[in-house]
């Protein structure tokens, strides 16, 4: 008899395992590229990453809290036909891999890479982005360990007896935006480029203003919710890589994500520098709180103390989705890049959410920054999320000039 291989999970994965109704957990990247991908060369890149991250071939097991080797490998790369909408195609972390990536070579180029948010963060997907092309593009990997526990940085964190703000109390008006809805839905990606020559402007202008480039587009969102909502105080999370506490640069395709839970007041008259401002000065106090751990420190705690089954109950009765939300990839540098082709656009972007649920995703690759959202809903519904964000990329503009 074969003996069954396991990879256990770490405290924090559970977090995103509470929610499948409701939203199902991804990280995802498109791509458009000038010819189409060589799928055995991506094929050998995702065989060679896979030893260092076995759990890309693996399922799921929710109530162990780990990923359990499949006698037959899951196909993880999967060619479409011309009239198959890569969007649409079924992902199923429970009984499939945790990376899924779908091809069309017509109308054009196209990559669409799923990965399981149970496995990783966006930060980490970046990271698994970079190893991929590296591999693709033959260049040396070999040796490279992934290392998933949270448990040391928590320490260090909370170490010499410091002490965390534990989640900020939420308003008890939930936030949610007034789509139209229909009985007509599906699933929509949709995004509006803010082009280099413009996004080197607001730069300047952030820099300028000892502003950062998340505390302006955060701005610039809050405003237009404002406006949507007719609220005068927006609540939003604001999340944080946790990876930038530690030393040095080892592989970390894990869950090491933070949140601080903003409550910014809006004023008619507030501009993007206003309300910045608020949100930067909010921010630096939870910083200084370390508001950004949340329920970390508890989480755990409980994780060697419960079993895993009733630590995902307790968590369900107080973890929450929240409506509305924003999410901030960063910078996805062009040491992703595949030698023998050319990538034309790339996008980062999170879970698909069925309206009213509304999140807006901020990525930039080759100096240009992208506002997405992934949407399931009307084209009614997804025409009014496109005003949104085309909204956010003019206030922009205009604050920059």
């Known amino acids: 008899m074969v003996k069954e291989h396991y990879y256990q999970g770490e405290p924090m994965d559970l977090l995103h395992t509470v929610a499948f109704e409701e939203m199902y957990p991804i990280v995802s990247c498109l791509i458009?590229?000038?010819?189409?991908?060589?799928?055995?060369?991506?094929?050998?890149?995702?065989?060679?990453?896979?030893?260092?991250?076995?759990?890309?071939?693996?399922?799921?097991?929710?109530?162990?809290?780990?990923?359990?080797?499949?006698?037959?490998?899951?196909?993880?790369?999967?060619q479409l036909e011309e009239s198959q909408d890569p969007l649409s195609q079924p992902v199923d972390f429970?009984?499939?891999?945790?990376?899924?990536?779908?091809?069309?070579?017509?109308?054009?180029?196209?990559?669409?890479?799923?990965?399981?948010?149970?496995?990783?963060?966006?930060?980490?997907?970046?990271?698994?982005?970079?190893?991929?092309?590296?591999?693709?593009?033959?260049q040396e990997t070999a040796g490279i360990h992934n290392e998933r526990s949270s448990e040391s940085l928590v320490n260090a964190l909370l170490s010499h007896g410091s002490k965390y703000k534990s989640k900020m109390s939420l308003p008890d008006r939930a936030l949610t935006i007034p789509f139209t809805d229909e009985q007509v839905s599906k699933k929509f990606i949709d995004y509006v480029d803010i082009p280099?020559?413009?996004?080197?402007?607001?730069?300047?202008?952030?820099?300028?203003?000892?502003?950062?480039?998340?505390?302006?587009?955060?701005?610039?969102?809050?405003?237009?919710?404002?406006?949507?909502t007719n609220l005068r105080e927006i609540p939003l999370p604001c999340p944080t890589d946790l990876r930038q506490f530690l030393p040095g640069r080892s592989l970390r395709i894990a869950n090491l994500t933070g949140e601080y839970s903003l409550l910014i007041s809006v004023d008619r008259k507030d501009d993007v520098s206003v309300i910045a401002r608020k949100i930067h000065h909010q921010i630096a106090d939870l910083r200084k709180q370390k508001a950004f751990l949340q329920a970390a420190p508890m989480l755990q705690f409980l994780y060697r103390k419960l079993p895993v089954f009733f630590l995902r109950r307790l968590i369900s009765r107080h973890y929450h989705v929240q409506t509305v939300s924003y999410t901030n990839f960063g910078i996805l540098d062009q040491r992703f890049h595949f030698e023998d082709n050319t990538i034309l656009h790339c996008l980062l972007t999170g879970s698909f959410r069925s309206v009213p649920q509304f999140q807006v995703a901020v990525s930039t690759y080759a100096q240009k920054c992208t506002l997405s959202f992934c949407m399931i809903g009307s084209l009614l519904s997804k025409a009014e999320g496109h005003d949104l964000i085309s909204g956010i990329a003019t206030l922009l503009e205009k604050w920059s000039c």
């Open 32 to 78: 458009q590229l000038s010819l189409p991908i060589n799928v055995d060369r991506l094929q050998w890149a995702v065989d060679r990453v896979g030893r260092q991250l076995p759990e890309i071939f693996c399922h799921y097991q929710p109530v162990k809290n780990r990923w359990r080797a499949a006698k037959v490998p899951h196909t993880v790369i999967v």
């Open 94 to 138: 429970l009984k499939d891999a945790q990376l899924k990536i779908f091809i069309k070579s017509a109308p054009e180029p196209i990559v669409y890479m799923v990965m399981s948010h149970i496995f990783t963060d966006g930060s980490g997907f970046k990271e698994f982005l970079y190893l991929l092309a590296d591999s693709y593009n033959q």
């Open 196 to 228: 280099e020559e413009q996004f080197i402007k607001i730069r300047q202008k952030a820099k300028t203003d000892h502003l950062t480039i998340n505390d302006v587009i955060m701005a610039a969102y809050i405003i237009q919710l404002s406006k949507k």
